[in-house]
């Protein structure tokens, strides 16, 4: 088995003994059961004149209501990619113990692509878990299911990705409690300037709009969590915003259009950029 497989495998059975994981599988049941009964009280709402709710007007609602939950799903997975990250390897440069496995023929980019596969298969396996049962919860409650429910949790898997390799290559210079801050507070930045930049696009103001522009570029979480926006809003609600025109792009918690495949595509050399200065920046530092 290739060390960075082995590596991989270590990382993922050390951060399983963590309590980090006991405590978002308890937190994930519990908001999926909150949710599903605050979901299911939308199927009793009336109008004023005490008739029911047409089946598009509860799709609509659901469809909202489901996007403010995924935001704080995505916070959360934000958060623990970041602080699950921040000391991956700061915290065994302190302590030592990356002296014993370097003396081993044990290159350090290996540690380093296995550190990131194994806390990657994690996030990855969370977003899945937590989502699809979030969905089915929904389904259950409602009947309401997104129009792209795989895009949905391959966004938000996504977006955890690039708050874990920011973390990581933070990790490779800071302490861990350092890293894992600036990476969250990054996170925030980067969600902020896309609301400025969607702003921007409402009011045509281009300089605006590029602050939304360049921060995907910089960070691309707000572009993937705008595409998971994408995938949860029914058909009928994104006509609607098409018809409004620019104003219509400028609502932080609706997109009108999927990510461009061109944007994806930099969200795939994102990746291969930052995990290549992790690799290097880690290959520099003196242990």
């Known amino acids: 088995m290739p060390p960075f497989l082995v590596?991989?495998?270590?990382?993922?059975?050390?951060?399983?003994?963590?309590?980090?994981?006991?405590?978002?599988?308890?937190?994930?049941?519990?908001?999926?059961?909150?949710?599903?009964?605050?979901?299911?009280?939308?199927?009793?709402?009336?109008?004023?004149?005490?008739?029911?709710?047409?089946?598009?007007?509860?799709?609509?609602?659901?469809?909202?209501?489901?996007?403010?939950?995924?935001?704080?799903?995505?916070?959360?997975?934000?958060?623990?990619?970041?602080?699950?990250?921040?000391?991956?390897?700061?915290?065994?440069?302190?302590?030592?113990?990356?002296?014993?496995?370097?003396?081993?023929?044990?290159?350090?980019?290996?540690?380093?692509?296995?550190?990131?596969?194994?806390?990657?298969?994690?996030?990855?396996?969370?977003?899945?878990?937590?989502?699809?049962?979030?969905?089915?919860?929904?389904?259950?409650?409602?009947?309401?299911?997104?129009?792209?429910?795989?895009?949905?949790?391959?966004?938000?898997?996504?977006?955890g990705l690039v708050l874990l390799s920011l973390g990581l290559l933070l990790s490779t210079r800071l302490s861990g409690i350092t890293a894992g801050v600036i990476a969250l507070v990054a996170w925030l930045m980067a969600w902020i300037a896309g609301v400025v930049g969607d702003i921007g696009t409402g009011l045509q103001n281009q300089a605006l709009e590029n602050v939304g522009v360049f921060s995907h570029l910089i960070l691309p979480s707000d572009g993937l969590w705008r595409g998971a926006i994408y995938a949860m809003e029914p058909d009928t609600f994104i006509a609607a915003m098409r018809a409004l025109g620019t104003a219509g792009r400028a609502n932080p918690f609706a997109a009108t259009e999927p990510p461009p495949l061109t944007f994806l595509a930099w969200v795939v050399a994102w990746f291969a950029i930052a995990l290549t200065l992790s690799i290097v920046s880690f290959r520099r530092r003196e242990i």
């Open 7 to 159: 590596i991989a495998r270590l990382t993922i059975q050390e951060s399983s003994r963590r309590r980090l994981l006991l405590a978002l599988l308890i937190l994930t049941l519990l908001v999926v059961g909150f949710s599903a009964w605050g979901f299911n009280k939308i199927t009793t709402m009336t109008r004023g004149d005490g008739t029911p709710l047409p089946p598009d007007q509860i799709a609509l609602l659901t469809s909202q209501l489901l996007i403010v939950v995924t935001f704080m799903y995505s916070g959360v997975l934000a958060l623990s990619a970041a602080v699950v990250a921040g000391p991956l390897i700061s915290a065994e440069v302190e302590s030592g113990l990356l002296l014993s496995i370097l003396a081993r023929p044990v290159r350090r980019s290996e540690i380093v692509i296995g550190k990131w596969l194994g806390l990657a298969t994690l996030v990855a396996i969370y977003a899945a878990f937590a989502g699809s049962l979030e969905l089915a919860a929904v389904d259950w409650a409602t009947g309401y299911m997104p129009p792209h429910p795989v895009e949905l949790l391959v966004y938000v898997a996504a977006e």
